[in-house]
């Protein structure tokens, strides 16, 4: 089992600033099988980004994710109030998909 | 648009069978072209897979859960199914259904889940 390891647990930062958030992976994933979530309170997860850089439609721009192999990250370059959420990321690399515990996104 | 929804007792007793029903709209399951998928997420924790199943039938399942678990499909209805037996506790989670394009393995829609308690 790949196992994705998030940091930091929570990130609180002020409208306007730049979020980076961090997924490692225990093993390589050969094919950039990643991809990040938000997820809402009360609210199912939203995909935001697949294929570790592709982004899912409707995700404004301000979402972009890079990485490979085992390192792997979320960037928000302009935090908005309707970002404040919880984000996860989640392999697919292997026959078992396996989900990071999260990043907790606080907005001032 | 694609649109999931969950639906099933939202209170099992320990011992006995949790069934899901996941409900497709907008979309045929029969189509092809998608694997529809369970998740589930332990109360204030993050996510678990539990597994997918094809239109075809053909399915796979989280290993931990291999041994008391039975996803199917129903084409003439557009739904899928989870029975997870022999529950306890640790079964209390919001389940959700969700689809995966191609068979890709991330999730590009997803139902909005419902709350599983099991308890006496």
């Known amino acids: 089992e790949i196992v994705l390891t998030q940091s930091p647990g929570t990130l609180s930062l002020s409208p306007g600033e730049r979020a980076t958030l961090s997924c490692r992976a225990s093993?390589?994933?050969?094919?950039?099988?990643l991809a990040w979530y938000q997820q809402k309170p009360g609210q199912a997860p939203r995909l935001v980004i697949y294929g570790a850089s592709s982004r899912a439609t409707g995700i404004p721009d301000r979402f972009s994710g890079s990485g490979s192999g085992t390192d792997f990250t979320l960037t928000i370059s302009r935090l908005e109030p309707e970002d404040s959420a919880v984000y996860y990321c989640?392999?697919?690399?292997?026959?078992?998909?396996?989900f990071g515990g999260g990043t907790k996104a606080e907005i001032k | 648009q694609v649109q999931l929804q969950e639906s099933g007792p939202g209170l099992v007793k320990p011992s006995q069978t949790l069934s899901l029903t996941c409900t497709v709209s907008?979309?045929?399951?029969?189509?092809?072209?998608?694997?529809w998928s369970w998740i589930r997420q332990h109360p204030g924790k993050g996510l678990e897979w539990i597994g997918y199943?094809?239109?075809?039938?053909?399915?796979y399942y989280n290993p931990s859960l291999r041994s008391r678990l039975t996803i199917s499909v129903d084409t003439s209805k557009n739904q899928f199914s989870l029975k997870l037996s022999s529950v306890t506790a640790a079964d209390t989670a919001v389940y959700y259904c969700a689809r995966d394009p191609l068979g890709a393995g991330y999730f590009d829609y997803w139902g909005q889940g419902t709350l599983v308690t099991v308890s006496s």
């Open positions: 199943i094809y239109y075809s039938g053909s399915s």
């Open positions: 907008g979309g045929s399951i029969s189509s092809g072209g998608y694997y």
């Open positions: 093993q390589s994933l050969s094919s950039s099988d």
């Open positions: 989640q392999q697919y690399g292997s026959s078992l998909p396996t």
